[in-house]
């Protein structure tokens, strides 16, 4: 449930797609493969009770077979030592049907790859609950899927399942890391991994020198003639303050909706989006050849000034575009991009 680089087009369909399937309402060292394998739960903690929109999930025994279906549990899963037994297929580079930071995890793990599930289901409206049932799983991860209240209850039928976080007041990164680990039964062990993925974070930041610059983080999107910006509320933006820097008040300022992960603005008021670093992101190095060329995007005044931050590539978008714990480890994202942020920094001192 990450971007596909088909066509531009294609690009910003899911990109808001990614985002929608993040959140469907308010907000609230380099490039280690996979992490320590963590404790695992006591059998004694079970039952585990989750409390999510759709009401309260029973996890009667330390799952032995997860299934994950969305953005990010399956990440988590893996950082807490459990390796789904089937994951949504991912376009990758990879060739593998994975981000190239998943399949190298369950490759260090020793492990058969998961089965990979493709959206377009035959009943459930895209879901495939066909190919998720035939993983025989004992409990299904889709706290940031977009899931239905129709679609959960049609799941609850294979396994118990967690669906997204009460409340609009839950922040994407970390609820999707603490509801995960709550279910697995590691509640403690979550809260580690979140204190250690932000440290990571830091340390980066730290190491490139980025402390408290403004950004806009945005997507281009000629076809449309407009770019598409990355909100407070979502984990795009917070990873990035994670490294050390903040988001424009522009960002906020231009947001009328103020609900999604992101919104669209057209290039005739690019000049309103100020900020002292833009980070823009492009699916491939044809498209981030275009974008820096581009004279409507001259109208950012960050853009104009070369204070730009770029990161560009299928797998490399996706690890930025859509942050995981394991794919801000990874070698060839944000350690990429905080050198980008870093001579973009240097441009503006």
């Keep these: 449930m990450r971007v596909p680089a088909a066509a531009v087009a294609a690009v910003v369909v899911a990109v808001v797609a990614v985002v929608s399937a993040v959140v469907l309402w308010p907000n609230g060292g380099d490039g280690e493969a996979a992490p320590e394998k963590p404790a695992e739960a006591a059998a004694d903690v079970f039952p585990v009770k989750v409390k999510h929109d759709y009401g309260e999930t029973v996890v009667p025994s330390k799952p032995q077979r997860v299934a994950a279906w969305g953005w990010g549990a399956a990440e988590v899963a893996i950082a807490l030592g459990e390796y789904p037994v089937g994951i949504v297929e991912e376009e990758s580079e990879s060739g593998k049907g994975m981000m190239p930071w998943v399949a190298q995890a369950y490759e260090d793990e020793g ?29 299904i991860l889709a706290p940031y899927s977009g899931l239905t209240e129709a679609q959960y209850e049609q799941l609850t039928d294979i396994a118990p399942v967690v669906a997204r976080p009460v409340g609009a007041s839950v922040e994407p990164w970390e609820g999707v890391i603490a509801t995960t680990a709550q279910a697995l039964g590691v ?9 250690e993925s932000d440290a990571r974070l830091a340390e980066l930041g730290e190491r490139h020198g980025l402390t408290g610059s403004s950004f806009a983080a945005v997507v281009n999107d000629p076809p449309r003639r407009r770019v598409h910006v990355f909100s407070d509320a979502s984990p795009v933006v917070r990873v990035l303050e994670g490294l050390g820097l903040r988001p424009a008040d522009s960002v906020a300022e231009l947001d009328s909706d103020g609900n999604g992960m992101m919104y669209s603005l057209d290039y005739e008021d690019l000049d309103r989006l100020e900020s002292d670093v833009v980070v823009l992101y492009s699916t491939t190095s044809d498209w981030a050849e275009r974008d820096l060329a581009s004279e409507e995007l001259n109208a950012l005044p960050a853009f104009a000034a070369g204070r730009i931050a770029q990161l560009s590539g299928t797998d490399e978008f996706a690890s930025a575009t859509s942050p995981t714990v394991l794919s801000i480890r990874w070698p060839g994202g944000m350690p990429v991009l905080a050198e980008s942020l870093e001579k973009a920094e240097a441009v503006r001192n």
Excluded: H, N
């Design 187 to 195: 509640p403690a062990e979550g809260k580690e991994l979140l204190a």
């Design 111 to 139: 492990l058969d790859d998961p089965v990979l599930f493709t959206e377009g289901g035959s009943t459930s409206w895209g879901l495939p609950e066909e190919q998720i049932a035939a993983t025989e799983p004992d409990l």
